[in-house]
């Protein structure tokens, strides 16, 4: 992705929201880990060596996808507009995040039909939503612009 970003990220936004939404699937995880190695590694234990590095290098791997994404966050700001790019990096950040932590931390196993249905839900919602705003930003309608033509 990276060596595709200097030819085609100029021309397709989707580059630098894949890029950013990658390393974003790897930020909410690695927080998640830090919390709980973190616990293991401050407390003492015989296992808080092990834990002390897996505490260090889960702040690496936070650190150096933060710093990437930075960068392709500017990048793809000074190419396109911030509005379309925050809606649709919020988007598929979010599916990629999901994914992610189902994924690494089997989140999904404990998780009911209507719980899950609740959540689709909740996604497919907020997702619409900031379509339906992207789509009508422009759209001007006020009241006096109605009541005009409803009278000729």
Known sequence: MFWIAP???PANIMVYISIC????????P???????????A???SESSERAWYLFLALLTVLTCSILIQFKYIN???????SSVFAATYYVVFTIL????S?????????VGIIDCLGMLCGFTTVSVGIILIQVFKNFSCSLKNINTSKMD
Do not use: M, P
Not at 102 to 110: D, G, S, V
């Open 30 to 40: 690695s927080s998640k880990g830090i919390g709980l190695a973190a616990q293991n």
């Open 7 to 9: 030819a085609y990220g």
């Open 75 to 81: 990048k793809a700001l000074q190419h396109f507009d």
């Open 102 to 110: 189902a994924i690494l931390f089997r989140e999904w196993n404990k």
């Open 42 to 44: 401050f407390s003492g």
């Open 21 to 28: 939404s990658l390393l974003g699937s790897f930020t909410v």
């Open 97 to 100: 995040v999901l994914l992610a």
